[in-house]
């Protein structure tokens, strides 16, 4: 996201889309988005769009990070730190990813 503001920024100093990359991987280094994904938003911002969100997407919603999986998940944990990510999705019947998921993104856990 603060990369997507950056962009706009130096699209409205009236940078060309190389130039931003450039600038971008002064600033970011390895960490910076690619040439690519630089003109696919200079493109945006010429078509007139304003937005650094993402557009809404269609798709099928999330089925396995629902607040009630989260909640099991953090109560095993709770009971038991050593639970393994295998042990936890064959317990819920879920995937690897989304134990994964809800682990270090819902509830913002490491190692």
Not at 49 to 63: A, Q
Not at 88 to 94: D, P, Q, R, V
Request: glycine share 4%; proline share 4%; charged share 35%.
């Amino acid at each position: 996201m603060e990369q997507r503001v950056d962009i706009k920024f130096y699209f409205k100093l009236g940078k060309t889309a190389t130039e931003t990359h450039e600038m971008l991987v002064k600033a970011y280094g390895v960490e910076a988005v690619n040439k690519k994904c630089v003109f696919e938003w200079f493109k945006r911002f010429t078509d007139g769009k304003e937005d650094v969100e993402d557009e809404p997407r269609s798709g099928r919603p999330p089925t396995s990070t629902i607040p009630g999986n989260i909640e099991r998940v953090r109560r095993m944990l709770a009971d038991d730190r050593r639970l393994s990510l295998k042990m936890i999705a064959e317990e819920l019947k879920i995937s690897l990813d989304s134990v994964s998921n809800i682990i270090h993104e819902h509830l913002q856990m490491s190692k």
